[in-house]
């Protein structure tokens, strides 16, 4: 994020405040005349139409035609050129890195992936920078920059992954890194945390309130509060996954016993399956598969699984008073038998009257919402706009569900 300066503004950085004013304020209505938005940011006409004419030729902004007029002449409409700019998403939160070059209203233009392979360290540092190298090349529109949701405790504002037990990662700056290396402006973000913001801006109903808890390889939860994503002090809100839930149960990657990842993610659903019944259940598919047609004993480990993850879900509950709770990641394609177990011990494990009016509920972004989060927080830096700025686009982009 950029640093604020003390002292007086320059003449260039003033031009660049009224520009993202401008640009955040067209990109937010849509549609709007040149007064419009002189009402709307309290510049002058002259500065207005000054910035716009900037815009028209950088192509970031276009004249759709005319409005419907007030008594004069009927003023000419401008709209941000969604193609105008490309920018890069990532998602480093599973098993797979998922990268994708998104527009401007945050439609996905096209994606890749690259299996991880259980690599962690520098191999999987070599994949991120192969992943951003080939989308850069995809594209031929000019970037924006590049915005990163990956697993682990993620110091935002240096763009550092301060710890990602999964990929054994420790202090890697990995912001910087790719911003040197590609010379476009970084974002870094907790994985759960982009969901979070994903499901505000982008998953319909938009609360004040609201918390993410993503269920995969790995398990944390993002926590949106009054409309703006909760960090924490030292960025680890929600970071739940490595909490405590069984003092003496399995060793966990992080060294230490019986963290909710250890019940409740894919890994400890398949380590348990293939134990119980060895080589049946190769994978999270057949898992899934096998629960939906009723495996009596994969409905067993996935219920018991379901619960534990219920009981961490009735924590946050208990802590925030949240009342409402969107569940997203693979294990959320076991679908609604593995909900209801979820919802259940939830409503079970805290004061009724804090869980009676929760609801908990499936996302409905499906596997963009990390992308979508890590774009939504790009576009909020670089183009300065709010994310109640940021449109609604469940209905544009034809979600499913
Ligand atoms: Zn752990």
């Excluded at 005349?33 to 192509?59: H, K, P």
């Excluded at 594209?139 to 992954?161: E, K, M, Q, S, Y």
């Excluded at 830096?381 to 700025?389: D, K, R, T, Y």
Aim: hydrophobic share 45%; with cysteine; net charge negative.
């Amino acid at each position: 994020m950029p640093v604020q300066r003390a002292g007086k503004a320059t003449h260039q950085e003033t031009r660049a405040h009224n520009e993202q004013l401008v640009l955040g304020t067209i990109y937010a209505a849509g549609q709007i005349s040149r007064a419009e938005v002189a009402r709307q940011t309290g510049l002058t006409r002259t500065t207005v139409s000054d910035v716009v004419n900037g815009l028209l030729r950088e192509r970031l902004v276009l004249e759709i035609g005319r409005g419907p007029s007030t008594g004069g002449k009927a003023p000419i409409l401008l709209e941000v050129a969604n193609d105008a700019r490309h920018l890069i998403g990532l998602d480093l939160g599973d098993k797979v890195f998922r990268g994708a070059i998104v527009d401007l209203r945050g439609s996905i233009v096209r994606s890749v992936e690259v299996a991880v392979d259980d690599r962690d360290g520098d191999d999987a540092l070599d994949r991120v920078f192969g992943l951003v190298d080939q989308l850069v090349a995809a594209t031929d529109r000019p970037l924006l920059g590049i915005g990163i949701g990956t697993a682990g405790l993620i110091d935002t504002p240096r763009g550092t992954v301060l710890e990602a037990v999964n990929l054994d990662w420790r202090d890697v700056p990995i912001g910087p890194l790719l911003a040197e290396r590609t010379g476009l402006p970084v974002y870094v973000v907790n994985d759960s945390q982009a969901t979070a913001l994903a499901e505000h801006v982008f998953g319909g109903a938009r609360t004040p309130n609201l918390v993410v808890v993503k269920v995969g390889y790995g398990i944390g939860a993002g926590v949106i509060l009054d409309g703006r994503l909760f960090h924490g002090d030292g960025f680890g809100a929600g970071e739940i996954g490595h909490s405590t839930i069984r003092p003496d149960g399995e060793l966990c990657r992080c060294g230490r016993r019986g963290c909710l990842e250890t019940v409740a993610s894919s890994r400890a659903i398949l380590d348990r399956l293939a134990a119980l019944s060895p080589g049946r259940i190769t994978g999270l598919g057949a898992a899934i598969a096998a629960f939906r047609a009723g495996d009596v004993v994969v409905r067993t480990v996935v219920g018991e699984a379901a619960r534990e993850l219920g009981l961490g879900v009735a924590w946050l509950v208990g802590a925030l008073n949240v009342r409402r709770v969107v569940l997203v990641g693979s294990v959320a394609g076991f679908g609604p038998g593995w909900l209801e177990e979820v919802a259940g011990a939830m409503r079970g494990g805290a004061l009724p009257l804090l869980t009676n009016e929760t609801t908990v509920e499936i996302g409905r972004l499906h596997d963009d919402g990390v992308i979508l989060g890590a774009s939504a927080l790009l576009m909020t830096g670089e183009l300065g706009l709010s994310l109640a700025g940021l449109p609604d686009l469940a209905a544009a982009m034809e979600l499913a569900g």
